[in-house]
């Protein structure tokens, strides 16, 4: 079975300096995708960042960057110089072709930046 | 302008009344998900479909049905409603996985429903 972890359930960064939320998975397959999404208090979901299994590099949009370690099956998110507006849920989801394409989620970290 | 659409964005029903909540995407996807977000469990997925006609359960079907007629459209019917079915509902869409793809799912805007 798929399974998504995240073990941070509330986090806080000061402004200015960078954060890393948590993600451990566990499949047996060799081919998947990692997601990171940004849920906001206003509800929407929005796609931050995605590392593939068979990616060499470890993935960076912007001040986003995954930490991808594919041997300790862990994704953890890292945003730098945090604003106020990263103030938000993060959630981590797993893609694999053996379940259908399923996407699976954790349970989320809630992030709060200070100014 | 590529998006999903959900319809209604709120509602609150009484148990046992049966209720659609709509879902369409207009960027030509085959895959389609109806999730349920509940506080302190993330996202699960109650059904998916890969395709016209192609349906299947995800972990938490009990209560739900769906149907994908056409391609763009994939809504959830709630024969029944229970207040457990109170919830904050997303629909999704990507394209099918292909080994080396990122195809991210792109997400509504949340239904959020209650069940008194």
């Known amino acids: 079975a798929q399974k998504i972890t995240q073990t941070q359930p509330g986090m806080f960064v000061q402004e200015k300096e960078a954060v890393t939320l948590d993600c451990t998975y566990d499949?047996?397959?060799?081919?998947?995708?990692l997601f990171w999404y940004k849920q906001p208090s206003s509800g929407e979901m929005i796609f931050l960042i995605y590392q593939g299994s068979y990616d060499e590099q470890n993935a960076t949009e912007g001040r986003y960057s995954l930490n991808f370690q594919k041997a300790r099956k862990s994704a953890n998110l890292v945003i730098s110089a945090s604003q106020l507006g990263d103030s938000a849920m993060y959630f981590c989801?797993?893609?694999?072709?053996?379940?259908?394409?399923?996407?699976?989620f954790g349970t989320g970290t809630s992030l709060t930046v200070i100014p | 302008e590529a998006q999903v659409t959900q319809n209604p964005r709120y509602l609150i029903t009484v148990t046992g009344k049966k209720l659609t909540v709509t879902c369409s995407q207009n960027m030509n996807h085959e895959y389609m998900s109806w999730y349920r977000q509940d506080p302190g469990l993330g996202l699960r997925q109650i059904y998916y479909?890969?395709?016209?006609?192609?349906?299947d359960k995800g972990d938490v079907p009990e209560g739900y049905k769906v149907s994908r007629k056409e391609k763009r459209n994939f809504p959830l019917i709630l024969e029944s409603p229970s207040p457990n079915q109170t919830s904050l509902y997303f629909c999704?869409?990507?394209?099918?996985?292909?080994?080396?793809?990122?195809?991210?799912?792109?997400f509504g805007p949340g239904t959020r429903l209650t069940v008194l």
């Open positions: 999704a869409s990507s394209l099918v996985r292909r080994v080396g793809g990122s195809d991210t799912q792109y």
């Open positions: 499949t047996s397959d060799q081919s998947y995708g």
């Open positions: 989801a797993m893609r694999g072709p053996n379940t259908g394409n399923q996407f699976y």
């Open positions: 479909s890969m395709n016209v006609e192609v349906t």
